[in-house]
T-cell receptor
């Protein structure tokens, strides 16, 4: 079974530029998450989708971050404009929809450096 | 919202010794507690999880215990090996709706050969 795919793996940009990350979840997984992991910390949720609807975006800085999940499959996360403090690894995860909590499978992440 | 605290932040053990990592959580509605292992340059990988209707779960050299009354859970690794060296994260989640994980701050485990 193929895992969660993310691209690019690395990105370096200057502050005030824009950047986009892409995620392809495991086939059949209805729930998709974007997490931000700052160096030395645990991942922190940015947004949760179920199919193509947003379940939780309470921690997404909506003035600069946006995300969409096209047709309930792939997802993109965008930052515009980027700030120095956005330097982090952006992790995408997916899980099966079900009656209880299921295992979340993580992709390898995109390491963003903002100069 | 949920808050998960994890300690120690670093742990160094000799190969063959046991390692214990402890976490506490704040939200009494949380009922799913996974543990993830993260190696350098990779995403977190689930190593074991426990649900609130179970007090202990074991998988070969790894075990997790849960005390819902005290709101804490622990990871136990026995007979540690150098390949166990990584950063370990505990997490907590509610069962329905907003299932996103709230992670602890991580424990860097180093197993000395």
């Amino acid at each position: 079974e193929a895992g969660v795919a993310q691209s690019p793996r690395y990105k370096i940009i200057e502050k005030r530029q824009s950047v986009a990350f892409w995620c392809n979840p495991i086939s059949g997984h209805a729930t998709l998450y974007w997490y931000q992991q700052i160096l030395g910390q645990g991942p922190k949720l940015l947004i949760q989708f179920q199919n193509n609807g947003v379940v939780d975006d309470s921690q997404l800085p909506k003035d600069r971050f946006s995300a969409e999940r096209l047709k309930g499959v792939d997802s993109t996360l965008k930052i515009q404009p980027a700030k120095l403090e956005d330097s982090a690894v952006y992790l995408c995860a997916s899980s099966l929809e079900g009656t209880g909590v299921g295992e979340q499978f993580f992709g390898p992440g995109t390491r963003l450096t903002v100069l | 919202g949920e808050n998960v605290e994890q300690h120690p932040s670093t742990l160094s053990v000799q190969e063959g010794d046991s390692a214990v990592i402890k976490c506490t959580y704040s939200d009494s509605a949380s009922n799913y507690f996974p543990w993830y292992k993260q190696e350098l340059g990779k995403g977190p990988q689930l190593i074991i999880d426990i649900r609130s209707n179970v007090g202990e779960k074991k998988d070969q050299r790894i075990a997790v215990t849960l005390n819902k009354t005290a709101k804490h859970f622990s990871l136990h690794i026995t007979e540690t090996q150098p390949e166990d060296s990584a950063v370990y994260f505990c997490a907590a989640s509610r069962g329905t709706g907003r299932r996103a994980l709230t992670f602890g701050s991580g424990t860097r485990l180093q197993v000395q050969p």
